[in-house]
């Protein structure tokens, strides 16, 4: 299996900061994704990060306000831009070891 | 697109009853993944299963088994003999046809199953 470690595991934010989330994988991967879950919800695949490449973003998040970093095999991270309360969700990264996908523990964030 | 429907957003059963989990999906891949995870109170998502489109037969694992019907673009999940310890909240989702390592899922809205001590 993947070890997958986030960080931070939690933090609460002012309103129009942002905050970097790091994503950190035992073993090399060509993807990375990110996903977000909001209080009470499913979750939502905000991009797909490959190394060497721009992220890949899905309907309704954007790059501006989502910026991903993908630098090595090992290591993502996600940054929530300009933050509102709307962004209070929990961030999880996620990799796939064979046939099985991954997430991390997940990042807990609330916006003041 | 890709859709997976659940339609149970609560289910509470006693103790070592058994409890069926439903989950309905939509797409037009002919060729796609299923899975199911468990986000016990704690958070974190913990893998359960991944099924091919082409693999329609059922699986069991101790007490969880999977019955996949392709007619009925249902995967749904049973857990025979419930313990406290599945009180959690299930999420079914659908990955379109990719490379391992590729694959981005829809999930569905999960099913939050509390077992009754």
């Known amino acids: 299996s993947a070890v997958i470690s986030q960080k931070p595991s939690r933090d609460i934010c002012q309103r129009g900061t942002s905050l970097t989330i790091q994503c950190q994988v035992d073993?090399?991967?060509?993807?990375m994704f990110w996903y977000r879950q909001q209080p009470g919800q499913s979750l939502t695949l905000i991009a797909t990060?490959?190394?060497?490449?721009?992220?890949?973003?899905e309907s309704g998040f954007v790059i501006d306000k989502f910026p991903i970093s993908r630098p090595n095999l090992t290591f993502s991270t996600l940054t929530v831009s300009n933050m509102s309360p709307e962004d209070s969700s929990i961030y999880l990264c996620?990799?796939?070891?064979?046939?099985?996908?991954?997430f991390g523990s997940g990042t807990q964030l609330s916006v003041l | 697109a890709q859709k997976v429907t659940q339609a149970q957003t609560e289910i509470s059963v006693v103790e070592k009853e058994d409890v069926t989990l439903d989950c309905v999906y939509e797409t037009r891949d002919t060729t796609y993944y299923l899975f199911w995870y468990k986000q016990p109170p704690s958070g974190e998502l913990v893998f359960l299963i991944r099924?091919?489109?082409?693999?329609?037969q059922n699986e069991i694992s101790g007490r969880y088994s999977w019955n996949f019907q392709k007619s009925t673009s249902s995967f749904n999940f049973t857990i025979t003999a419930s313990q406290v310890v599945d009180s959690a909240v299930y999420f079914c989702a659908l990955s379109e046809d990719a490379p391992f390592g590729n694959e981005k899922l829809t999930f569905g809205t999960g099913t939050r199953l509390t077992i009754i001590p």
């Open positions: 996620s990799v796939a070891n064979g046939a099985k996908l991954f």
């Open positions: 990060a490959n190394q060497g490449s721009e992220a890949t973003y």
């Open positions: 099924r091919n489109s082409f693999d329609e």
């Open positions: 073993s090399q991967v060509t993807m």
